[in-house]
DNA sequence: ACCGTTCTGTACCGACAAGTACAGAATACT
DNA sequence: AGTATTCTGTACTTGTCGGTACAGAACGGT
């Protein structure tokens, strides 16, 4: 009984992510929006209520479908340091396209809006925590058991979390010193592997 | 012949660099300015001429009373694994204020401008680039000469170096974690001296 | 004491932001 | 075909932004 929509809602989400990717929360307008999507104002007001909505549905695919395939190999149980070094050289490879000067857009939502907006600061602290916990997965697969490797991991599972953030930033200065980078530290990890690998060895 | 002023420009500058570092560059309206410096509009506009100019000014003030004195041991010639150590536990330490959830003004300013702003990405690279160098210097201080250790101090370089900007955008979210984070970097590197120190280990 | 120059505050400008009102177009059901 | 309901475009409101105009206050040199 009543008229049907002429779009699709989420290509019409996927083209404000694109948008919010790009230029940011701020930096992005209602009538950038419209623009990108093809709709009017009033349809993505009534479709979303509002332009932080519209953001956050924009950052929930983001999440979906980009950050989860990526880091669902270093989740996984049967993850170990090879997937978390694999994770830093599919970076590296990323980075070899122009399109990735925009970085990551909730790192940039972090820097945007972490501290200022109280709704968003609990979200991204999180955030964070998965990628440490996803790395410490990693890095509990291979390693033997005992309070060293124990506290070896922690110790480590932080360094690539922070290393990951790092990345995420630096892609936006310049992208080929950041793949750089990312090789860079999968060459650590890879090296860590060599270290296991060698039997009882200390390098704590 | 003239007026003389009645504030000191170098003050209004700290004043703004504490506002910018809090809010941002965007996120920081002349009015705040005002009401921080004392300061009138007219007189702001016709010391500095825009906005930009004073952000500019309050940036290198930054740069210079900030950044250089963290960074100074780990740039000095007689610098070593030890001082890269060291920074990483004095940022955990600086963490604990709580002030410090503003994060850095430069990192903070690479997020809002890197890519967006083409005079402003030049800089922001180099100042990465900086860290690379400061790091590779502290590396290089202890550890013997050979191919092997050189490509292992470039690795490392780069993996502080992403590190440090990490941390900055993870305090932003939490400052305890980040402290932790910090902490575990340290750790890491000393675990590195460690490997130095036992003759000949093949920790590549 | 005067005067030219510089400083400072208020009021204002145009641009642009997010969000709203409302009229009219399009549809699905009866 | 008629109609209730939903969709869509234009025009508008309200607020804030960076920046400017200008009048008058304050000072240094003579």
Redesign the pocket.
Same mark, same amino acid.
């Given at each position: 009984? @009543?008229?049907?929509?002429?779009?699709d809602q989420g290509t019409v989400v996927v083209a404000a992510k694109e948008l919010f990717w790009q230029r940011g929360l701020e930096g992005?307008?209602?009538?950038d929006l419209e623009a990108a999507t093809g709709?009017?104002? /009033? /349809?993505l007001?009534?479709a979303f209520g @509002?332009?932080?909505a519209l953001f956050d549905a924009a950052l929930a695919d983001y999440l979906d479908t980009f950050i989860d395939p990526l880091l669902a190999p270093v989740e996984a149980p049967q993850s170990g340091l090879a997937e978390a070094a694999r994770f830093f050289r599919r970076l590296a490879a990323l980075f070899a396209d122009p399109r990735s000067r925009r970085g990551c857009l909730m790192i940039n939502t972090i820097a945007e809006l972490a501290g200022r907006d109280p709704t968003f600061t609990g979200p991204a602290a999180q955030f964070v925590n998965r990628y440490r916990a996803a790395f410490a997965n990693a890095l509990r697969g291979d390693a033997a058991q005992g309070d060293r490797t124990r506290r070896e991991i922690a110790r480590r599972s932080e360094l690539l979390a922070v290393s990951t953030m790092g990345v995420w930033l630096a892609v936006r200065t310049d992208p080929t010193a950041a793949a750089h980078s990312c090789r860079a530290v999968a060459n650590e990890i890879t090296s860590w592997v060599r270290a296991d690998q060698r039997p009882r060895s200390r390098n704590q």
């Open positions: 009984m @009543a008229r049907t929509r002429a779009y992005t307008a209602i009538g709709l009017s104002r /009033s /349809s007001y009534l @509002a332009k932080r």
